[in-house]
Protein backbone atom coordinates (compact mmCIF):
# COMPACT_ATOMS: atom_id res chain seq x y z
CA UNK A 1 0.00 0.00 0.00
CA UNK A 2 1.59 3.50 -1.06
CA UNK A 3 1.47 5.72 1.33
CA UNK A 4 2.58 10.11 1.11
CA UNK A 5 2.52 11.30 4.36
CA UNK A 6 3.24 15.30 4.91
CA UNK A 7 4.51 17.16 7.93
CA UNK A 8 5.56 20.68 8.99
CA UNK A 9 2.93 22.79 8.12
CA UNK A 10 1.73 25.05 10.69
CA UNK A 11 0.92 29.00 11.52
CA UNK A 12 3.88 31.25 10.50
CA UNK A 13 4.06 35.05 10.49
CA UNK A 14 5.17 36.53 6.99
CA UNK A 15 8.41 36.38 6.28
CA UNK A 16 9.35 33.07 8.07
CA UNK A 17 10.40 30.02 6.93
CA UNK A 18 9.06 26.35 6.88
CA UNK A 19 10.27 23.09 5.65
CA UNK A 20 7.46 20.50 4.68
CA UNK A 21 8.39 16.87 4.33
CA UNK A 22 6.93 13.89 2.49
CA UNK A 23 7.75 10.74 3.65
CA UNK A 24 6.87 8.21 1.04
CA UNK A 25 5.91 4.31 1.93
CA UNK A 26 5.00 1.66 -0.76
CA UNK A 27 7.37 3.42 -3.25
CA UNK A 28 10.86 4.46 -3.93
CA UNK A 29 11.09 8.26 -4.27
CA UNK A 30 14.55 8.07 -6.48
CA UNK A 31 12.13 6.59 -9.14
CA UNK A 32 8.97 8.84 -9.30
CA UNK A 33 8.94 12.65 -10.46
CA UNK A 34 8.10 14.06 -7.03
CA UNK A 35 5.89 17.34 -7.03
CA UNK A 36 4.91 19.79 -4.03
CA UNK A 37 0.85 21.08 -4.88
CA UNK A 38 -0.83 23.76 -3.26
CA UNK A 39 -5.03 24.79 -2.90
CA UNK A 40 -5.44 28.12 -1.09
CA UNK A 41 -9.54 28.49 -0.38
CA UNK A 42 -11.68 29.31 -3.61
CA UNK A 43 -9.04 28.45 -5.71
CA UNK A 44 -7.84 25.88 -8.16
CA UNK A 45 -4.71 23.89 -7.09
CA UNK A 46 -1.40 24.33 -8.01
CA UNK A 47 1.67 23.26 -8.85
CA UNK A 48 3.76 24.84 -6.55
CA UNK A 49 7.75 22.55 -7.34
CA UNK A 50 8.89 19.60 -8.96
CA UNK A 51 11.68 17.07 -8.71
CA UNK A 52 12.33 14.64 -11.55
CA UNK A 53 13.48 11.15 -10.85
CA UNK A 54 16.39 11.31 -13.03
CA UNK A 55 18.80 14.10 -12.58
CA UNK A 56 16.75 15.79 -10.07
CA UNK A 57 16.20 18.12 -12.09
CA UNK A 58 13.59 21.00 -10.30
CA UNK A 59 10.82 23.02 -11.26
CA UNK A 60 9.02 26.02 -9.74
CA UNK A 61 5.56 28.08 -9.97
CA UNK A 62 7.17 31.79 -10.79
CA UNK A 63 5.31 33.02 -7.58
CA UNK A 64 7.96 30.87 -5.54
CA UNK A 65 11.16 31.19 -7.48
CA UNK A 66 14.02 32.09 -5.23
CA UNK A 67 11.75 31.51 -2.23
CA UNK A 68 10.74 27.92 -1.77
CA UNK A 69 13.35 24.51 -2.91
CA UNK A 70 12.57 21.29 -3.25
CA UNK A 71 14.91 18.57 -2.76
CA UNK A 72 14.53 14.80 -1.89
CA UNK A 73 16.52 12.50 0.06
CA UNK A 74 16.66 8.67 -1.14
CA UNK A 75 18.17 6.98 1.96
CA UNK A 76 14.89 8.44 4.03
CA UNK A 77 12.98 8.75 1.20
CA UNK A 78 11.71 11.46 1.67
CA UNK A 79 11.11 14.87 -0.39
CA UNK A 80 11.25 18.36 1.08
CA UNK A 81 9.77 22.27 0.30
CA UNK A 82 11.99 24.34 2.51
CA UNK A 83 10.16 27.79 2.19
CA UNK A 84 11.38 31.03 2.75
CA UNK A 85 9.82 34.71 3.01
CA UNK A 86 6.79 33.48 3.53
CA UNK A 87 3.81 35.54 2.11
CA UNK A 88 -0.31 35.42 3.41
CA UNK A 89 -1.01 34.54 -0.03
CA UNK A 90 1.55 31.33 0.52
CA UNK A 91 -1.28 29.81 2.72
CA UNK A 92 -2.95 26.75 1.62
CA UNK A 93 -2.92 23.06 1.58
CA UNK A 94 0.57 21.88 0.56
CA UNK A 95 0.26 18.34 -1.28
CA UNK A 96 3.00 16.02 -1.91
CA UNK A 97 2.51 14.21 -5.30
CA UNK A 98 4.39 11.45 -6.99
CA UNK A 99 3.98 9.98 -10.55
CA UNK A 100 5.47 7.60 -12.57
CA UNK A 101 4.82 6.47 -16.01
CA UNK A 102 5.58 2.21 -16.87
CA UNK A 103 4.34 1.18 -20.06
CA UNK A 104 0.94 2.27 -20.91
CA UNK A 105 0.31 2.90 -17.30
CA UNK A 106 0.32 5.94 -14.93
CA UNK A 107 0.45 5.84 -11.45
CA UNK A 108 -0.47 8.96 -9.42
CA UNK A 109 0.08 9.19 -5.51
CA UNK A 110 -1.26 12.16 -3.27
CA UNK A 111 -0.94 12.47 0.27
CA UNK A 112 -3.56 14.58 2.74
CA UNK A 113 -1.96 18.09 2.70
CA UNK A 114 -0.56 19.61 5.44
CA UNK A 115 -2.05 23.24 6.13
CA UNK A 116 0.36 26.16 5.76
CA UNK A 117 -0.93 29.71 7.28
CA UNK A 118 0.86 32.88 7.26
CA UNK A 119 -0.20 35.53 8.98
CA UNK A 120 0.59 39.19 8.63
Known amino acids: QVQLVESGGGLVQSGGSVRLSCVAS????????MNWYRQAPGKERELVAG????????NYADSVKGRFTISRDNSKNTVYLQMNSLKPEDTAVYYC?????????????WGQGTQVTVSS
Open 26 to 33: GITVSIYD
Open 97 to 109: NAKKRVIVKEYVY
Open 51 to 58: IISVGSTT
